[in-house]
């Protein structure tokens, strides 16, 4: 069973970029077998068959109907509801939307405790029991350092700005929501990242759709990454630029396309374009891949591009020192044009930043939506990463930011070989914290979250759209607070219920 070919190890070591590495950097993606392609897209088209079958008989009343319909009166109105748009979302995710929104009622740690809830109705509406099932191994939420806790430096500490400034702001930053601590934070957020100035933002996906508007404009061109972030793709579409995507970490479309701009420029005109801004990922958070930053910067020194490096899932999870996918590579933060990044993953908390030069973060205080207008980041969120931040800096006088660090890079190499060894088919970069195993079959992706949920196991389950439609998987994020119990009990279990759902 666990027999698979045509294992594809990337190594990128190729002549003209081997140079740019000080280590080997290897990426795993198997092809999908045949077989396994055929029987997904049979599956998925019994399921589309049987939804259509069932929207019939909810036409005729024979099944009850539980989506948003028009009203009679308003029939000859332009409709509000897209009615074959929803036939997914209707259809086959109805089927599995047990597997998310799950509440639960505890520290998002490495363990968690969940709300149960049931449904009667075949999860169109879920009631709570009043029971809590305690001590699930949470292996979904991005607690990478471990910060996602209430006990400890980092909530004494914010319990205590708490009582000083109390939990919310009630203005925007250029008005009378700019603390002290605010700017504390943003001094040492650059300190951190080792660029000229940094500003922070109270939400991580504004970062992205409403700076890359304010930098971006009518004559300019985005050339993104296939897999970027919902984030980053609507901060491209919204600031009226020509967006044009390359193949995922795929430097041979990348500089095709860089090489196409310079010489075409702009349609029609043909005039240079205003700017090119490359937009990346550190860590692709779907394929548990890692940028091949080296040459990217490479070519965006060539071709006198500028670079957006989105470190949302990177920052404090790579690196000797946590610093991101920069420090991974042992690369000049000064060759990043503008760095980004969220609180809400290594740092247990919230909202995202921006560093680059003094120039630009200017700029951004000036005209970004998300600076303008937006409410103030709350001043227990702000304490929370001033002081995960000086733990992983060593500025707290100890070793714990050292040893979480350590033992994150320990952890992910050890859950990663354990599943590899077993045979299983997992996606991404040997040091990425992120492990995707795939699953395929839609009815595999319903049936292995509800399994592990059983066996106390919490984990995030993602299919199409999200992914490819035959490229179904379980994703485990590893945290540094995991210990070799839990993960093995995680590993051991995996292979049992892969067995048992063929």
Known sequence: MF????????????????????????????ETPLW??????????????????????????IEKCHVARERDEQKDFVPLYQDFENFYTRNLYMRIRDNWNRPICSVPGAKVDLVERVTRDYNWTFEHTGKVVKDIINMGSYNYLGFAENTGACADAALEVTKMYGA?????????????????????VARFLGVESAMAFGMGFATNSMNIPALMGKGCLILSDELNHTSLVLGARLSGSTIRVFKHNNMQSLEKL????????????????KKILIVVEGIYSMEGSIVRLPEVIALKKRYKAYLYLDEAHSI???GPNGRGVVDYFGLDSKDVDIMMGTFTKSFGAA??????????????????????????????????IITSMKIIMGEDGTTLGADRLRQLSQNTTYFRRSLHEMGFIIYGNEDSPVVPLMLYMPAKIGAFGREMLKRNIGTVVVGFPATPIIESRARFCVSAAHTREMLDTVSRLIPFLTFSLH
């Open 351 to 384: 909202g995202g930043y921006i560093g680059g030069k003094k120039e630009l973060i200017d700029y951004l205080r000036r005209h970004s939506h998300s600076a303008m207008y937006a409410t103030s980041m709350s001043p227990p969120v702000a304490q929370q």
């Open 168 to 188: 919310g702001v009630g203005s925007t930053r250029c008005e009378m929501g700019n603390l002290d601590i605010h700017e504390e934070m943003e001094q040492l």
């Open 316 to 318: 404090g999870a790579l």
């Open 3 to 30: 027999k698979f070919h045509l294992l594809i190890e990337i190594e990128i070591l190729t002549s003209c970029f081997c140079f740019l590495y000080k280590k080997p950097f290897v990426e795993s993606f198997e």
């Open 36 to 61: 396994v392609a055929v029987l997904t897209y049979m599956g998925y088209g019994i399921l589309t068959i049987f939804g259509y079958l069932r929207d019939f008989l909810r036409h005729w009343n």
């Open 258 to 273: 860089l090489r196409d701009a310079i010489v075409h420029g702009q349609p029609r005109t043909h005039r240079p374009w």
